[in-house]
């Protein structure tokens, strides 16, 4: 007899439907597992034949075959055990059929008949419902998760037994649950992310640093990558933490898209993400940790860090292969992963802060206290320029603050830069509505020579800066993005000079490396 | 001299045979020499000796060796290559074989265009006439040159190798301006103040004057190939040892003295208190040359040494103005014993205005930048902001946090400062600190 159940796989960030079919007929006591099983499928048959058994069911004495169709995709992972278990009960006329063509099932099975959570439910819950399912059934541990994907009816099931019921007709195992309320509208969405950033560090910790402050502002507002660079100690890391709570709000598809990227990556989800991602990998990583293709379906911090943040701390210690793959997720907001035998693109549109000391010392510009010498110093600015420096639009520089600045009042808090932050987001999606981007820093040359127009004084203020040989045709552009974010911040329509001055001020070229090297 | 066939011939003006088998001899002695280099003025010393002194006081067992090799020097015989000197060990008898090989470096002898002036021909810097001066120079960028070079008047700028910014800035503006005035500048080739000073003589258009310790094919490292090469394009290149012969500590400290004695006036930008930051001011007060220092602050161990040799009457000098003026007084330089005071009694500079106590706000300008000095203040057409920030800078207050400390309008400050800054009159350095910038035609 032949019965059939659906269930979802995970292929790196992809979800792919599986049609679970099992045979039972005549023949020697067998069970067999065919197409293209990983070891943990394959594993399966013990623990469905000791759960089915434990729960009290019936194991059929005959020959057993199940087929994971379709049989070119590579299937992985343990959460196809129910689905097989329920497709074999029903291929023994231990449960009905009908009921298992309408529900999806995944869950991990054990040896008990207890179905375990596995990773990775938001997405299948999100493919489940795209695929025209009425139902999930999973483990209780990932109904939270599940339940964020509107549309779909989410079955608890604890055990088999439970499943059992659920395909006969009966209830599920879930306690009379609120739903998770999915954020409606964009106040709501911005009291969510007040509520949330509560908690986390604030931007009212940072005491002095007015200037790197406004510089981590200016950044958030216009998704620009930036590069604080100070001695240790002057509170690079501190700010960098911070950026994270006034910065927008996701919206609700990317909060989607992040929860799931999350969620197959295997953190436990239990609400939609509220804050955008901030990931800070130490310099020890490799290329392949940063963008991925590690092992197949592994995905790097750059995708983890998707409309986020990727935090570098001491950029200058990170390996040059690694920074150098950096590139292309920086141009194009994803990154192609091609291995032999698969290819993936993941998207990874992130913000690049990265953080540094000046020189190996870290006390350079700090007269007395740097002991580098200029071999050192060169070395550490060979690190840190090229391909990557050419990406980052603003650099700040951080000082060791005076004693009388850490009493001083801070310049803002979190909640009023995030509301600045939001305003200047608010105007920027509005004017590049038509481009198809929406921050200040995905502008190219010609939307700059459009929407990033200067008045009569900034317009000589570049072309002194151009003169005096201070910008290259590509900072020329950063610095009119940055320029145009300050004046978006300041509700300016037209990018003034003062605008100008001030990106400027805040290009990331050292004009001393110059002299230096000379 | 290398066999090498690519080494023109010596021309009629070059050095005289005597003055290149001295060179030779310095080089063939370079191992035992590194290794009595410990004393500087020992050093000095033996350099003041003639050849066959030299050779006993220092050539140890292969004296004889070299006395003979010496005697039937020609002007073509290859340097001999010593390892590293170690006169506790035993010479090794099979020593001898090794020393005809060619110098072992890791790039090519670069002889093109190499002459050689001495003493006893024309082209050779007059003021080279000390009691330890080099017999005889190799020239890259021509002889000519250098002798036009040295006929104008020479200062020498000399400071730490791994300075401030700050320094870096008054170095390179110092050799911008002179250079700009008609006076050469004449620095060593190492990291730092002398590569600065090689940087702003070429920021003028002019040329200065190189002194490396050791030979000029061999002695450049690679991170400065580029400055090398603009260097002699524009102005020239010596060293008093044989182009091959590979560049050694001891070379470095005898370079210095070439330096000095080129010099009028020596100028000492940043330097620790330390013997070997010292030495060039050292060497030129024993010549009885003027030496000149470069105050800075009173706290940075960098300009400790500046102001050891400040408290002890060096003139006092903040740009080329004030080192023209040294040159150009009725009577010309004077040796630092009675060194010019009247300098420091001259306007005071912006930079030295007032701080008041606990470094609390102060919402007006340094009074300093607009009082004094109004007959030749540069940045009298400066935007009142523009003046003001800039004052501020200069005293000190060169970060945007302290300047807006200082009471500056925040949201035009950074206009400001880069107003300021496509204007040339700062310069952002390391740290994101802004330094003033001298301007040459102060």
Redesign the interface.
Known sequence: MLARAHAFTIDGLQTRHVSVEVDVRAGLPAFTIVGLADTAVREARERITAAILNAGFEFPGRRVTANLAPGDVRKAGPGLDLALACAVLAATGQLPQEELERVALFGELGLDGAVRPSRGALAVAHAAQRAGMSGLALAPACAREARLIDGLRVIVVEHLQSAARVLRGGPDDAPAEPRVAAAGGRSQLRQGVASACLAGPDLSDVR????AVKAIVIAAAGAHNVLL???PGAGKTMLAQRIVSILPPLSRAEAVEVTRIHSLMGSRVDALAMTRPFRAPHHSITAAGLVGGASRGCVGEVVLAHHGVLFLDELSEFARPTLEALRQPLEDGRVAIVRAGHSAVYPARFMLLAATN??PCG??????R??????DK?RHRRRLSGPLLDRIDLA????R??A??LLAAPLTSSARAREQVADARERQAARLAAEGVAVNAQMDGRMLRRYARLDERGQE?LR??RR?G?LSARGETRVLRVARTIADLDASERVR??D???A???RPE???EG??A? | MSSSSSRPTPRPSGACAGCRRRSWLLSALSGPLEYCARDRERLLELLALPDMELLEAVAGRRANELRERYERFRGDEPAPVHGPARTNQPARTNQPARTNQPARTNQPARTNGLETVCGHGRGYPRSLDGRCSPHMLEVAGGAARLARLTAAPVVAIVGSRSPSDYGIEIARSLARGLSASGVSVVASFTDGIAAATHAGALDAGAGSVAVLGGGLGVACPQRRRSLYERVVRGGCAVSELPHDCAGRRWGQLASERIVVELALLTVMVEAEATAGDLAPARIALALGRTVAAIPGRVTSPLSRGTHALLMDGASLVRGPRDVLELLYVPGGPRSSAGAPRSSMGGPRSPVGAPRSPQGAPRSRAPDGADRHDESCDPHAGLAPALRTTLAHVGAGRDTPDKLTRAGLDGSELLLALSELELMGLIVRGDGGRYLPRHRVDE
């Open positions: 002095g640093q007015h200037h660079s100070g001695p000046p020189c006390f350079a510009g700090d007269g007395d740097c002991r580098c010498g200029e071999v060169a700040s520089s951080l000082q603050d005076l009388d600045d203020m002194g800066a005096a201070l000079a003062r100008l001055g001030a400027l001020a805040l050292p004009t001393i002299n230096r000379a």
